[in-house]
């Protein structure tokens, strides 16, 4: 059972590239989620998948597109790579998705992806 | 808007001491709060979490601890380990955001 497994681990851009991170949960969760982590902070969320078909903004949207393939994967996508983007990403997942306070979730996360944008 | 501090970005502990981690928070409507472990080169991994009609729980060598009067929260690790060095963060979910802390790194001191 490997949990959330985020490809590639590494990664380096030329400003302008294109690429697209993967990531795949084998736990049938129905909620997946890309966040960003940029030295000495917390991680804030990119995108989020509720369910599969659907996908909506989180915190720091601008700059990628996400995009909901299956229940199980789920992948976030940079058109035109930046310097600003540099940052490790995290993908987790969740069994269920909390909408009113009532249901306790919790999120498991990949191991990441550390990306340059040179 | 929402959000999630940490007191002190990091704390030092000797081996074997208990270990104290704080947490501020500034959204009274938050009502489920997590504590993640992120070791170096890893992701986060959940600790323990509590609801807000709760003001105690307890795990495995941690408990977790919530003032909703003063929006506080803690995380005490009993008998530090040399394992136990890594970040950890407090996390509000008071929405169907998850909202993280920027993080205290725990050292352990031999």
């Known amino acids: 059972n490997a949990g959330v497994t985020q490809t590639p681990k590494f990664q380096v851009l030329k400003t302008g590239q294109s690429m697209t991170l993967q990531c795949a949960q084998d736990m049938n969760h129905n909620s997946m989620y890309w966040y960003r982590q940029d030295p000495g902070m917390g991680l804030r969320l990119i995108y989020y998948?509720?369910?599969?078909?659907?996908?909506d903004k989180g915190e720091v949207p601008n700059g990628y597109n996400v995009s909901r393939l299956n229940k199980r994967e789920f992948s976030l996508r940079l058109e035109s790579a930046a310097p600003s983007q540099t940052s490790v990403y995290f993908c987790?997942?969740?069994?269920?998705?909390?909408?009113?306070?009532?249901?306790?979730?919790?999120?498991?996360f990949g191991a990441g992806t550390r990306l340059s944008v040179l | 808007g929402e959000s999630v501090g940490l007191h002190l970005p990091t704390l030092s502990v000797q081996e074997g001491d208990n270990s104290i981690i704080n947490c501020a928070y500034s959204n009274s409507a938050s009502d489920y709060f997590i504590w993640y472990k992120q070791e170096s080169g890893k992701g986060p991994q959940f600790i323990i979490d509590i609801r807000s009609n709760m003001d105690k729980r307890q795990g495995q060598r941690v408990t977790v601890l919530l003032n909703k009067t003063v929006k506080h929260l803690s995380l005490q690790i009993a008998a530090t380990q040399p394992g136990d060095s890594a970040v950890y963060f407090c996390?509000?979910?008071?929405?169907?955001?998850?909202?993280f802390g920027t993080g205290t790194r725990l050292k352990v001191l031999a």
């Open positions: 998948s509720a369910s599969e078909g659907t996908t």
């Open positions: 987790a997942s969740t069994q269920g998705f909390w909408t009113s306070g009532r249901t306790k979730n919790i999120q498991y």
């Open positions: 996390v509000l979910s008071g929405t169907y955001k998850y909202i």
